[in-house]
């Protein structure tokens, strides 16, 4: 509900409605009246869990509504001047400073957010006031790490280490976004070296090992977070929409506190690609996990029990005015290009400034300056990182930029009203490859133009996308087309599509049409396919009908079906399982299939000679609905054959289904070119698998 609110007061900034605003203050009248006498406010404690103030910091959610009650209170003061709201955060924001800090509660808040809106309340306050929420707000991050009198919980909340020793990304993602964010503000506000160091350490960490092309963030959906370097699965990516929130929230704050024309890049890759796929063109459905490959089972919904991603998007997209333009000084910052007009206060006086642009559609920016008398400053306008030449034109000059990697180019001069400055950006389709380590994304190619990202849905390629290669050298052009999804640009080529499997091994493969969207307008048709990564060898392809499928090491691990929430990498990871339960590894599971038969296999880049097979079974009893299989059988196929054999087990092995244990079995070696599990559910049950090896023969 604060996050509806601030989005609400953000829109009211712009778009004046009477009747919204009525509604917002009856829902602030309600809110005022749920408060304590002493100012605490959270009306699940209240009215469900009286007992219970304070007493689960580290999974309750009190100090993290808490930070949204009072970034909606700023807002909204601002957007109307009344101060109903605000006075309520002040009033709750006391009692926690009453309650929080040195010799009182030591626990900084389990889920961040109430860091950083201390920070934000601070602005809006007498001193005095100021000064007091800037100390709990530095307070609550440096308690991060330490277990003087408390006990700390842990990387999930990035409550493993002092934040000043902090050197890489890590737990929860929406969390660690949060917490940057609040790092970042104190970092600006005192210049502590310390902070500045392990933010910077961080972020390269988060950019260069662990962000997909799209901007997302937090592959896993186990923890919601971070694995390790280079794990970027693109069918099972969680990327939640409120991580890539976070993220450009906290390159916002970056950008602000240095300059640097690199954290813009990455606001703008947030915006127009993992963050903005988080709803669709109607503006009624959500994503909350935003993958880079779909079966054609990922779909957007109208809302979710846990609703933060939904109203993320409420408050962060009316606020984008707030970061297209910044000034220090006499510098004016275009940070961001899109339609929009404004005034800045600059030293030397108050600058009105205009863009008209079809932005990220095209590369021509139109810029408009007015000033009531001349005046003597520097526009600065961002180069992307992306684009490798610029041209720039004032009434001047015409000048060229050539450069690789974000930079800002610095129109200097005395300004008079009416000066205008065209700005034109190179957009050439652009192959992105990834760093070779990206198991997932090795032998395959993305495609972007300016900062958009695009992929191929099944609905423009023939019912199927991920059965598409891209060769190298294959020409790939862009078309702006108004009729398709609102208005957009399109990619079309040629790309091959494999057919069946050759006599040697090899694929024969046709020739077909390639049609690519822009990344965040995915799945606002008809459901099918999707893929951001195209292979470029048929080779590497699917052949359609293919199930879910893993290459590593020369094995290729397939199976009947894999839940986009998990992972086929998991069957062959080398983690070890603590008990079948184990939710912190990764896994994979036939969820959400009940009751079926299915199956799991490993094809060999060459023959294996084996005798052993061990697996671990995933099953979640008391939290999920994954069991132990009521049967299962392996089977391997010959190297001239294509049909499966069950193996023929030592007398001392049996298939056996239990818990948190490996299942060995033993049996005459064969000569595989390929291994399969066949497995039979439970009725009304799935199951899944932590790790399966397969063992050779003496």
Same mark, same amino acid.
């Given at each position: 509900?604060?996050?509806?609110?601030?989005g609400?007061?953000?829109?009211?900034r712009?778009?004046?409605?009477? *009747?919204?605003?009525?509604?917002?203050?009856?829902?602030?009248?309600?809110?005022?009246?749920a408060?304590?006498?002493?100012?605490?406010l959270?009306?699940?404690?209240?009215?469900?869990?009286?007992?219970?103030?304070?007493?689960?910091?580290?999974?309750?959610?009190?100090?993290?509504?808490?930070?949204?009650?009072?970034?909606?209170?700023?807002? $909204?003061?601002?957007?109307?001047?009344?101060?109903?709201?605000?006075?309520?955060?002040?009033?709750?924001?006391?009692?926690?400073?009453?309650?929080?800090? #040195?010799?009182?509660?030591?626990?900084?808040?389990?889920?961040?957010?109430?860091?950083?809106?201390?920070?934000?309340?601070?602005?809006?306050?007498?001193?005095?006031?100021?000064?007091?929420?800037?100390?709990?707000?530095?307070?609550?991050?440096?308690?991060?790490?330490?277990?003087?009198?408390?006990e700390?919980?842990g990387? $999930?909340?990035?409550?493993?280490?002092?934040?000043?020793?902090?050197?890489?990304?890590?737990?929860?993602a929406?969390?660690?976004?949060?917490?940057?964010?609040?790092?970042?503000?104190?970092?600006?506000?005192?210049?502590?070296?310390?902070?500045?160091?392990?933010?910077?350490?961080?972020?390269?960490?988060?950019?260069?090992?662990?962000?997909?092309?799209?901007?997302?963030?937090?592959?896993?959906?186990?923890?919601?977070?971070?694995?390790?370097?280079?794990?970027?699965?693109?069918?099972?990516? $969680?990327?939640?929409?409120?991580?890539?929130i976070?993220?450009?929230?906290?390159?916002?704050?970056?950008? @602000?506190?240095?300059?640097?024309?690199?954290?813009?890049?990455?606001?703008?890759?947030?915006?127009?690609?993992?963050?903005?796929?988080?709803?669709?063109?109607?503006?009624?459905?959500?994503?909350?996990?935003?993958?880079?490959?779909?079966r054609?089972?990922?779909?957007?919904? #109208?809302?979710?029990?846990?609703?933060?991603?939904?109203?993320?998007?409420?408050?962060?997209?009316?606020?984008?005015?707030?970061?297209?333009?910044?000034?220090?000084?006499?510098?004016?910052?275009?940070?961001?290009?899109?339609?929009?007009?404004?005034?800045?206060?600059?030293?030397?006086?108050?600058?009105?400034?205009?863009?008209?642009?079809?932005?990220?559609?095209?590369?021509?920016?139109?810029?408009?300056?007015?000033?009531?008398?001349?005046?003597?400053?520097?526009?600065?306008?961002?180069?992307?990182?992306?684009?490798?030449?610029?041209?720039?034109?004032?009434?001047?000059?015409?000048?060229?930029?050539?450069?690789?990697?974000p930079?800002?180019?610095?129109?200097?001069?005395?300004?008079?009203?009416?000066?205008?400055?065209?700005?034109?950006?190179?957009?050439?389709?652009?192959?992105?490859?990834?760093?070779?380590?990206?198991?997932?994304?090795?032998?395959?190619?993305?495609?972007?133009?300016?900062?958009?990202?695009?992929?191929?849905?099944?609905?423009?390629?023939?019912?199927?996308?991920?059965?598409?290669?891209?060769?190298?050298?294959?020409?790939?052009?862009?078309?702006?087309?108004?009729?398709?999804?609102?208005?957009?640009?399109?990619?079309?080529?040629?790309?091959?599509?494999?057919?069946?499997?050759?006599?040697?091994?090899?694929?024969?493969?046709?020739?077909?049409?390639?049609?690519?969207?822009?990344?965040?307008?995915?799945?606002?048709?008809?459901?099918?396919?999707?893929?951001?990564?195209?292979?470029?060898?048929?080779?590497?392809?699917e052949?359609p009908?293919?199930?879910?499928?893993?290459?590593?090491?020369?094995?290729?691990?397939?199976?009947?079906?894999?839940?986009?929430?998990?992972?086929?990498?998991?069957?062959?990871?080398?983690?070890?399982?603590?008990?079948?339960?184990?939710?912190?590894?990764?896994?994979?599971?036939?969820?959400?299939?009940?009751?079926?038969?299915?199956?799991?296999?490993?094809?060999?880049?060459?023959p294996?000679?084996?005798?052993?097979?061990?697996?671990?079974?995933?099953?979640?009893?008391?939290?999920?609905?994954?069991?132990?299989?009521?049967?299962?059988?392996? @089977?391997?196929?010959?190297?001239?054959?294509d049909?499966?054999?069950?193996?023929?087990?030592?007398?001392?092995?049996? $298939?056996?289904?239990?818990?948190?244990?490996?299942?060995?079995?033993?049996?005459?070696?064969? *000569?595989?070119?390929?291994?399969? @599990?066949?497995?039979?559910?439970?009725?009304?049950a799935?199951?899944g698998? @932590?790790?399966?090896?397969?063992?050779?023969?003496?």
């Amino acid at each position: 509900v604060y996050k509806v609110l601030e989005g609400i007061a953000y829109t009211l900034r712009s778009v004046p409605d009477p *009747e919204l605003e009525r509604r917002a203050d009856a829902i602030i009248a309600k809110i005022a009246a749920a408060q304590r006498p002493d100012g605490y406010l959270n009306t699940y404690v209240t009215l469900k869990r009286p007992d219970q103030r304070w007493k689960n910091i580290r999974h309750g959610h009190e100090l993290y509504c808490a930070g949204h009650l009072i970034e909606a209170a700023v807002a $909204y003061r601002h957007a109307t001047q009344k101060r109903e709201l605000f006075d309520v955060a002040v009033r709750f924001a006391d009692l926690i400073d009453r309650e929080f800090g #040195p010799g009182k509660r030591l626990d900084p808040p389990g889920h961040q957010e109430l860091e950083l809106a201390l920070l934000r309340l601070a602005r809006e306050v007498p001193h005095e006031s100021a000064q007091r929420y800037r100390r709990l707000a530095a307070f609550f991050v440096d308690q991060r790490g330490s277990a003087a009198g408390r006990e700390p919980f842990g990387e $999930y909340a990035q409550d493993h280490l002092p934040v000043r020793e902090q050197r890489e990304v890590a737990g929860h993602a929406v969390r660690a976004m949060y917490l940057y964010c609040a790092m970042a503000d104190l970092a600006a506000l005192d210049g502590d070296p310390q902070l500045v160091e392990a933010l910077e350490s961080i972020w390269r960490d988060v950019v260069e090992r662990k962000m997909y092309v799209t901007g997302g963030i937090g592959p896993s959906a186990s923890n919601e977070g971070f694995t390790v370097p280079f794990d970027l699965p693109n069918d099972t990516a $969680y990327a939640e929409t409120c991580a890539a929130i976070g993220m450009a929230l906290w390159n916002q704050r970056m950008l @602000l506190a240095g300059g640097e024309a690199r954290f813009a890049d990455v606001v703008e890759r947030e915006l127009y690609n993992g963050l903005l796929s988080g709803v669709s063109l109607c503006g009624e459905r959500f994503f909350y996990d935003n993958p880079l490959g779909s079966r054609g089972d990922h779909h957007r919904v #109208p809302w979710f029990d846990c609703s933060c991603c939904p109203t993320n998007l409420v408050r962060y997209l009316p606020a984008i005015g707030e970061r297209i333009y910044a000034h220090r000084g006499d510098e004016l910052y275009v940070t961001q290009y899109v339609g929009s007009q404004a005034e800045v206060r600059l030293d030397s006086g108050t600058v009105g400034v205009r863009q008209e642009t079809e932005y990220p559609w095209s590369g021509r920016v139109r810029i408009h300056v007015d000033v009531e008398r001349p005046m003597r400053f520097t526009l600065r306008l961002r180069l992307p990182g992306w684009c490798r030449q610029a041209t720039v034109m004032t009434s001047e000059s015409t000048r060229s930029y050539r450069r690789r990697g974000p930079a800002w180019i610095d129109l200097a001069r005395t300004w008079t009203g009416g000066d205008e400055v065209v700005l034109l950006l190179d957009m050439p389709v652009e192959r992105v490859y990834a760093d070779p380590r990206v198991e997932a994304d090795r032998g395959r190619v993305a495609l972007q133009r300016g900062p958009v990202v695009f992929c191929a849905e099944g609905v423009d390629n023939g019912g199927h996308a991920r059965n598409l290669a891209l060769p190298r050298g294959a020409p790939v052009e862009a078309r702006f087309e108004p009729g398709l999804l609102g208005g957009a640009v399109v990619l079309r080529g040629r790309a091959l599509a494999p057919e069946s499997s050759g006599g040697d091994g090899g694929r024969r493969a046709r020739e077909v049409e390639l049609t690519a969207v822009p990344y965040h307008l995915w799945d606002n048709r008809e459901g099918g396919e999707m893929v951001v990564w195209l292979p470029e060898s048929p080779e590497l392809a699917e052949l359609p009908g293919e199930g879910a499928a893993l290459e590593r090491d020369g094995v290729r691990a397939s199976a009947s079906h894999c839940w986009r929430g998990d992972t086929l990498a998991a069957l062959l990871d080398g983690l070890e399982p603590r008990s079948s339960g184990d939710h912190d590894l990764p896994r994979m599971t036939f969820w959400d299939h009940r009751g079926t038969r299915e199956w799991v296999q490993y094809e060999f880049a060459s023959p294996r000679r084996l005798a052993g097979s061990a697996v671990y079974w995933f099953d979640d009893t008391g939290r999920g609905s994954c069991r132990v299989p009521r049967s299962w059988r392996l @089977l391997w196929r010959p190297v001239e054959s294509d049909a499966w054999q069950e193996v023929r087990l030592d007398p001392a092995s049996r $298939y056996a289904s239990e818990r948190d244990r490996y299942a060995r079995v033993g049996f005459e070696p064969v *000569e595989a070119a390929a291994l399969r @599990l066949e497995v039979e559910l439970q009725p009304e049950a799935s199951a899944g698998i @932590l790790e399966w090896r397969v063992e050779g023969a003496p």
